[in-house]
C-alpha cells in the first residue's frame, strides 16, 4: 500500500481507492486545498507576454 504526503499539512496518507481524499489524508486539507485555489493563492505562471488584444478571430476575413 502506497503512503504519500498530504500537500496541505504534511501527514502521511494512504493513496488508494480506500482513501477518498487522496492524495490528501481528510476532508478538511482537501477543503483547505480548493480554498487557497479559490482565493488565488496558487497561480499558474504566465510566462507569455503577449496582449489579448493582438489575438485576431482566424474565422475573420483578412483584407
Known sequence: ???VTCPT???QSQ???QNPHR???SERC???DLGAW???RYRVPDNDNNDL???TN???DKQ
Request: aromatic fraction near 8%; include cysteine; charged fraction near 15%.
Open 53 to 55: 488584444t493582438e489575438i
Open 58 to 60: 482566424p474565422l475573420e
Open 1 to 3: 500500500m502506497a503512503t
Open 38 to 40: 479559490a482565493n488565488e
Open 30 to 32: 482537501k477543503m483547505i
Open 9 to 11: 499539512c504534511g501527514a
Open 23 to 25: 492524495p490528501f489524508c
Open 15 to 17: 493513496y488508494s481507492p
